[in-house]
């Protein structure tokens, strides 16, 4: 997999330190000017620096929950009405801003792959990358979910088409539900397995972070990769078979 | 979106569903997913160990249009090729052949890893039946 580690955690937390407010001039922090507390028009960040968070994995969401309320009472449009017309502009802008990255650092899974995009990792280009790698060196492309996850995806498959055929035919084979609400209940097993496993590789990835490892940071997203692409499998593959047995 | 008239075409008549004997010695299988869109591909081939050519090809494919598509144009492509010109077979010619979009141009890739894992499951076999004796060159 290719990575680009070129813009990984060495950018500044938060780039604006040394910006000067517009209105007074003096130094401004992130989104207020320190000094006089006007809103600054919003910079190019990222969610993680939007928050003065380093671009880690284990986020501390009840201090993020708190930042958020607080930032959103401050920048909100309506209390900013009767200010500078660019000034409510940017409040406007940086509210949006604010529950966008809010709304994504908050949840563990839209964490982990907004951090896998700011750091270049594409699923697709990498699909294909990996296909015309194989086809140039005649090896097979190692694919990405592990093959006991392919066959049981597939095998489940089977038998949602034949529950279907069965209902379009009116009959009912209470042999095949049965087994489908087992596999669909070892499904959701392993899906909530995920869970903890994401966690070993937040780990990995802040250790990293911390050391600044490239090698190491690259076998953590690659890990995060991997299991988010079984997850994702296994959401679709458990929202089907509620679908096919009417849940 | 809309579909391409071949797309249709291979999606409401797909050709050559269905499956092999998977422990057959001639027969290679190539099971192989695309998890952005929870797609999973099956195609298999058949081989004459003499001359090598693919005489028959199955698929069976959950996913969406373009993947059963892919992969019904897929094994009417690798009939009647030989093993290594099959593995010639690009997904940039999928592509152009169904008029697939750039959404779907990963139903295109799966269809050649999916050709490309059961030559190489059929050669495997091959590999262990008779050491020496099938070097595909």
Known sequence: ?247 | MAYSDKVLDHYSNPRNVGSMDKSSNEVGTGLVGAPECGDVMKLQIKVNPQTNIIEDAKFKTFGCGSAIASSSLATEWVKGKTVDEALQIKNTEIVKELALPPVKIHCSVLAEDAIRAAIHDWKAKQGAAKPVAVETK
């Open chain 1, 1 to 247: 997999m290719v990575i680009d580690t070129s813009k990984t955690i060495s950018a500044p937390a938060s780039g604006d330190t040394t910006a000067s407010c517009w209105s007074c001039g003096d130094m401004r922090a992130a989104h207020f000017c320190h000094a006089c507390g006007k809103v600054q028009p919003p910079l190019p960040v990222n969610y993680f620096s939007f928050f003065g968070l380093p671009r880690k994995l284990n986020v501390d969401v009840l201090r993020l929950e708190r930042d958020f309320y607080e930032l959103s009472r401050k920048l909100h449009p309506d209390l900013n009405a009767r200010a500078d017309k660019r000034e409510q502009e940017w409040s406007l802008e940086q509210s949006s801003l604010l529950n966008d990255a809010y709304r994504t650092l908050k949840d563990p899974i839209k964490r982990t792959q907004y951090l896998l995009r700011l750091e270049g990792v594409e699923l697709e280009e990498q699909s294909k990358t990996a296909t015309e790698k194989a086809r140039a060196s005649g090896e097979v492309k190692k694919q990405i979910v592990p093959p006991d996850l392919l066959e049981e995806v597939f095998e489940l498959n089977m038998q949602l088409e034949e529950l279907r055929m069965n209902k379009k035919m009116g009959e009912h084979d209470p042999a095949l539900v049965k087994d489908l609400e087992a596999h669909k209940a070892q499904f959701e097993k392993k899906y909530e397995e995920l869970a903890e496993e994401l966690k070993g590789h937040w780990n990995r990835w802040d250790q990293a972070v911390d050391r600044n490892n490239g090698d190491e940071r690259r076998g953590a997203l690659d890990s995060m990769v991997d299991l988010l692409n079984r997850r994702s499998y296994i959401r679709n593959l458990v929202r089907d078979v509620n679908e096919a047995l009417g849940n």
